[in-house]
């Protein structure tokens, strides 16, 4: 199995956060403030310089008022 970090995959799922956060019409420090984190936190998993684990994944979504299956079932293929 290849790395998934900078995968094409792995660029759907971070452009898909990024699309929400912004149809949101949150910014990044914003999303952070509601995590209880610095926004170098949200910059990081949005660039791709670091993983979210499953649960910081389902406290991004619910920040964005998103449904997580959803999100998962578009990066099945």
Known sequence: MPKSLRSPRHQRFLAQLI???KAKGMT???V???LGRPQSF???YEG????LDIIEFL???AVLDADPC???LSLRS
């Open 19 to 21: 699309s929400l956060r």
């Open 28 to 30: 990044q420090a914003q």
């Open 32 to 34: 952070a403030e509601k």
């Open 42 to 44: 949200v910059a990081k």
């Open 48 to 51: 791709g310089e670091r993983r």
């Open 59 to 61: 406290d991004v979504t």
């Open 70 to 72: 959803v999100i998962l």
